[in-house]
């Protein structure tokens, strides 16, 4: 594995950060996981497996949004159908039954501390920045792609080597 040497700091207008969202666009939901943490993982496009015995599936999607610790929920139109405290004593359940048919439809940042992914059919999931230096959001991709988005520092792409 590549050795991460910093994250640098990147606008949203990023032509790397904007391809990924471009190329996401309509990708099928493939998993949905409440992370240990209390963070919510959401796999999209093709699945890609791994032979990590530690985790429940055993793939992840081609893209990943999520975050590793935080509150989220996920709403139909004005209806929390679930969130992050729903799942405090179990990571699982998959919630992917309930989200069946939906795909990535956009991203958007809510003021200065959330953002909404967007998933069809009046559906979002909901990530909330909780403090501390934790990613409010992250975007893994295709090509080694890590970007991150962290209150105070804004958008950050990992370089590798």
């Not at 992917?96 to 003021?111: C, N």
């Not at 209150?151 to 590798?160: D, S, Y």
Request: charged fraction near 25%.
């Amino acid at each position: 594995m590549d050795e991460v040497l910093d994250r640098i700091p990147v606008e949203p207008t990023n032509p790397e950060l904007l391809a990924t969202l471009v190329a996401m666009q309509g990708q099928p939901l493939v998993r949905a996981r409440p992370r240990k943490g209390g963070g919510l993982a959401l796999g999209f496009g093709q699945k890609v497996f791994h032979d990590k015995r530690r985790l429940i599936d055993p793939f992840y999607g081609e893209w990943e949004i999520g975050n590793f610790l935080g509150a989220w929920r996920i709403r139909r139109g004005d209806s929390i159908l679930f969130g992050s405290l729903d799942f405090i004593s179990t990571t699982d359940v998959s919630l992917l039954p309930q989200l069946d048919g939906t795909s990535f439809q956009g991203l958007r940042q809510i003021g200065r501390f959330d953002f909404e992914v967007k998933l069809g059919f009046e559906m979002c999931a909901d990530y909330f920045s909780v403090g501390g230096d934790e990613d409010v959001i992250h975007i893994f991709g295709p090509n080694e792609l890590v970007a991150g988005y962290r209150v105070g520092c804004g958008w950050q792409l990992e370089l590798r080597r």
